[in-house]
């Protein structure tokens, strides 16, 4: 079974957020935002939800998660996993410093979502912040066993680029070994560290050895390579393997907008360093599938 752990859903909601970033009028602001892009407009939720099954149906991928990547657009996510529940698993960006936090991550888990993604470098919040200990409480007391989903190290967002929006971001925000105390604290908490943390493996690796519910996950191009000119990724898998086993990778792509769809690119790459790591089929079944399957097994509420 073929699972990818990373996927960006980019719905209107999401759209209409970075035209308001930009300072456009509300009338007609999320379709100059996609026509600026270039990109597909998504059309409504179900559409782009129904567009992403047809997608994954095409290459042959069983379920994914699906990330909505600005605060605050749970819904759309939600309305996309309830559309297609066997087939989509629903994250959700969450700034936990701000007011009422801990409340919409309770609504959106009781909603059926099953992560919370955290980005310390673009919300510019400590992970040592009582807000996050907030959000791990939540997640910890759910019966549905929520993830939360961590990015650390380099941080670059590709449409804020596009668009023109200054990414006043704080990079050293996003260090994996702030995550050690409360990996500790909240040990039935599954947290999942993308991008192998981004240009911070060791320290991914570091934690993952430590806290046995800290998990990476494989997406994108892993750009972060080029800081470390003699690390391949063949060697990367070797590494993470060497450290953390088989169990706690989960394959993903970091896929997101149309008209490109679903990265095979990436998926493509990550198989040929899977064989040239010499990675053994259980293992690599596990990477590619099991592990996600394992972690988002069917709503438990």
């Known amino acids: 079974m073929l699972c990818d752990a990373h996927v960006h859903f ?3 909601g999401f759209f209409d957020a970075l035209g308001a970033q930009m300072g456009l009028a509300a009338a007609g602001r999320e379709s100059a935002v996609v026509a600026k892009t270039g990109w597909d407009d998504p059309g409504s939720i179900e559409a782009l939800a129904d567009r992403w099954i047809a997608e994954l149906d095409a290459h042959g991928v069983a379920r994914a998660a699906m990330i ?27 700034d936990p410093t701000q007011d009422e936090a801990a409340e919409r991550a309770l609504r959106a888990f009781d909603s059926g979502l099953r992560g919370v993604c955290l980005f310390p ?8 912040d009582a807000g996050v200990d ?21 941080l670059s967002v590709g449409v804020r ?22 990996a500790g604290r909240y040990p039935t908490v599954p947290i999942i560290i ?17 806290c046995p ?28 393997l060497g450290v953390v086993g088989p169990d706690r990778l989960l394959f993903g792509t970091d896929s997101s907008f149309f008209p490109r769809g679903w990265n095979k690119d990436v998926f493509e790459r990550q198989q040929h360093a899977l064989n ?26």
């Open 10 to 12: 980019f719905s209107p």
């Open 121 to 128: 470098a673009m919300h510019r919040f400590a992970l040592t």
């Open 161 to 182: 680029k596009k668009l023109g929006l200054a990414s006043p971001f704080e990079m050293r925000l996003g260090n994996p070994l702030d995550l050690h105390a409360l």
């Open 68 to 94: 909505a990547s600005v605060p605050g657009d749970e819904t759309s996510v939600s309305a996309a996993v309830a559309r297609h529940p066997a087939r989509l698993v629903g994250f959700f960006m969450l």
């Open 194 to 210: 993308p991008h192998f943390g981004a240009g911070l493996l060791r320290e991914a690796l570091m934690l993952a050895d430590q």
């Open 213 to 240: 519910n800290v998990h990476l996950d494989t997406s994108s191009s892993n750009g972060w390579m080029r800081y470390l000119p003699d690390v391949t990724l063949p060697q990367v898998f070797r590494t993470a």
């Open 134 to 154: 907030r959000i791990f409480a939540r997640a910890a007391s759910h019966p549905s066993r929520p993830s939360v989903f961590v990015h650390c190290g380099a």
């Open 276 to 301: 040239e790591a010499g990675v053994d089929p259980d293992t690599r079944a596990k990477i590619m599938g099991a592990n996600f399957e394992r972690l988002f097994s069917e709503r438990t509420v």
